[in-house]
């Protein structure tokens, strides 16, 4: 799952859910925490959470117990009308006050500071499990992000419980303010390319992948939808524009190499570029190694080089650490000169 985040302040957003609905994205995440002072009118949230609900989106709103008062409204019953469908409890709500709102919305609770004792006191309470998501904060304070090794301790705890786990990450375009400097659950995903960060949390369990930043391109949204739904990991490189394309790992994947399916060929490759093979240089095995004709591989690690291997690309040095994150059989596409 693969969402948005938009901002009522955002004089953009609007085109930032349009964007986003076309590239196949149809989650979004909102915060509805809106101080009296800050000039936005409730017809301007109406709007946006209107136009949500006839995009399709299913919408998940960061509130307090001021929200329904702030939108003219009575209950929060009444937010749900208006297409939001999960909401984000600040600290201000009683036990009691939580499950009365399951029964209308999922909550979310935050993954990042509720450990296993508040969580099985909710849970003792009549909070559902099915009723919960565990979503985590952003940080856009550098170096408060949150550590590898916390984060991975909170996704096992979910995980036992069954609670699905949502996180963010970087855009690649604009960043929110006040500080302009990312907003990424992780502190290491702050600088990563978000793509990868996105590739990363999946395959660590978590479920939905929110971009925190308003800021995300078309682009970078329809690497992660393509991801989401055909586990395809896009790479890109430099060097020859022959092998640009579509291809799917061997299921068996190699300590030193990738090696790519179908790819051996009859035709002659004569040895030509055969040079040192260091991290992420792709290979194709040329008329010295026989049978093994044509194959490509991308190399894993450092390797010398070897006269019956030919040089033909690198990937991009944005990109080499997606290798370690592909599966057995992986599918990836390489695309020649692209770097994001």
């Not at 009118?41 to 998940?60: A, N, Q």
């Not at 469908?85 to 919305?105: A, I, K, N, V």
């Not at 991975?152 to 705890?157: F, H, P």
């Not at 040895?271 to 194709?284: C, F, K, L, N």
Request: charged share 25%.
């Amino acid at each position: 799952m693969i969402g948005i985040s938009v901002y009522v302040s955002d004089e953009d957003a609007e085109e930032r859910i349009l964007r986003a609905s076309s590239s196949g994205v149809k989650l979004a995440f909102t915060s509805l925490h809106i101080p009296e002072e800050s000039g936005i009118s409730p017809k301007r949230v109406r709007d946006l959470l209107s136009l949500f609900k006839r995009e399709g989106f299913r919408v998940f709103a960061d509130v307090s117990k001021k929200t329904p008062a702030m939108l003219g409204l009575h209950h929060f019953e009444e937010v749900k009308e208006l297409g939001v469908t999960s909401l984000r409890l600040d600290d201000g709500f009683t036990t009691d006050e939580m499950l009365q709102l399951s029964r209308q919305f999922r909550i979310a609770i935050n993954a990042s500071t509720v450990g296993k004792k508040e969580l099985q006191g909710w849970i003792e309470s009549g909070l559902a499990t099915e009723n919960m998501i565990a979503w985590h904060n952003f940080y856009p304070k550098p170096e408060t992000g949150l550590d590898e090794e916390y984060f991975l301790g909170q996704q096992n705890l979910y995980d036992t419980l069954g609670i699905p786990v949502y996180a963010f990450i970087p855009g690649d375009e604009k960043k929110r303010g006040p500080l302009h400097l990312g907003l990424p659950t992780l502190e290491d995903h702050r600088d990563q390319s978000p793509y990868i960060s996105a590739v990363q949390l999946k395959r660590w369990g978590v479920t939905g992948v929110f971009v925190g930043d308003p800021g995300c391109s078309e682009q970078l949204l329809g690497k992660l939808v393509r991801f989401d739904q055909e586990e395809v990991i896009e790479l890109s490189y430099s060097g020859s524009g022959e092998i640009e394309g579509e291809y799917q790992l061997r299921p068996d994947p190699g300590r030193d190499v990738f090696r790519l399916l179908d790819t051996r060929t009859e035709s002659g490759i004569p040895p030509q570029h055969t040079g040192e093979r260091p991290r992420g240089t792709i290979t194709q095995d040329n008329d010295l190694y026989g049978r093994y004709r044509g194959e490509i591989q991308i190399v894993r690690r450092n390797l010398q080089s070897d006269p019956k291997v030919n040089v033909i690309g690198r990937i991009c040095t944005e990109h080499l650490n997606l290798l370690e994150l592909f599966e057995s059989g992986q599918r990836i596409e390489m695309k020649g000169n692209f770097i994001h």
